[in-house]
Each structure stands twice: as structure tokens, then as C-alpha cells.
């Protein structure tokens, strides 16, 4: 019995480029299972792990760090007498006079040894979630696009109710 590449004419393909061929079909295979279409009719990858691509679905993974330079140069205030029976959200301590904290830009203030650590797995503030700035460009860009599709939606919402009043 003739081999399948003998039968069909053909050479076996070299290992590199076999590699090469099967993760474009995995590839393949992944972007058919996760496109979907918008109203607008663009098309989107939703379920995508783009993780193996070098790239991430921000949609569905936690967000990066906080940049340490911005961490690093969040506001150290001392707590005064007035702001003494405040409590540390993290760790639910109260401050004591005259103990420095961390200030987030959102105002909330917490023991540098609750958020530090935080801070070194997300960038957003484990009360309100307003978000740090990170060291990650591909989630700087992803914040980027989801503000001016918000922004875009509002203009559409806004024009939609215009036309009927």
C-alpha cells in the first residue's frame, strides 16, 4: 500500500512549518467559535483568549497593576484629630493620630501595608474602583476605546431621542 503522500503527489512538510500551519488552524478555529456581530454591524472577537497571541481580552481579565511611578507618588497624609475615628477599609483598623496613610485620587485613604499590596495586582480602588493609570499600553489603549465607544453610544442615544422631540 502506497503512503498518503505518495498516493497524493505530495511531500511531507518540514516540522517548523507543520508547527507553523497548526497554529494557524488553532487560530482559525478560535476566531470562527468567538465572532459575533454588533448592531452596527462591525464585526468583534468576544470570547477570544488572546492571551496566547501576546494580546488580552480586557473584557474578561482582570485589569494590570498600577504604574509604580504613579503609586509611588500617591498623597501620604497624617491623620488628624478630626479623621481619627476613620477606619481602614482593607483591614477595618481605625487610624491613629498622627499616623500617615495613603490617599487614593479618589480621596478614600488606607494603611500603605492594605494597599500596597492591591495596588501591585490592580489598578482601581477596592471601594470605588476609580482606576490607575497602568504600565500596560495595550490596556491604556483598551480604556481608550471603550471611553469613545461609550462616548459614541451617548451621541447615538442622544440623537436617536432628538429625532423624536
Not at 131 to 141: N, V, W
Request: net charge negative; proline share 7%; glycine share 4%.
Amino acid at each position: 500500500m502506497a503512503s498518503y503522500f505518495d498516493e497524493h503527489d505530495r511531500e511531507p512538510l518540514n516540522p517548523e512549518r507543520e508547527a507553523r500551519n497548526n497554529m494557524l488552524l488553532e487560530l482559525a478555529r478560535r476566531v470562527r467559535g468567538a465572532w459575533s456581530w454588533t448592531p452596527g454591524g462591525r464585526s468583534l472577537f468576544t470570547r477570544m483568549d488572546f492571551q496566547d497571541l501576546g494580546l488580552v481580552d480586557w473584557e474578561h481579565h482582570l485589569p494590570p497593576p498600577a504604574a509604580k511611578a504613579v503609586v509611588e507618588s500617591l498623597p501620604r497624609t497624617v491623620i488628624s484629630s478630626s479623621k481619627a475615628d476613620l477606619k481602614c477599609p482593607v483591614c477595618l483598623l481605625e487610624f491613629e493620630e498622627e499616623e500617615t496613610v495613603i490617599e487614593m485620587p479618589c480621596h478614600h485613604l488606607f494603611h500603605s501595608n492594605c494597599i500596597l499590596p492591591w495596588l501591585s495586582k490592580t489598578n482601581s480602588c477596592p471601594l470605588c474602583r476609580h482606576e490607575l493609570p497602568t504600565d500596560d499600553d495595550s490596556y491604556e489603549e483598551h480604556k481608550k476605546d471603550k471611553a469613545r465607544r461609550q462616548q459614541q453610544q451617548h451621541r447615538l442615544e442622544n440623537l436617536h431621542g432628538a429625532m423624536y422631540t
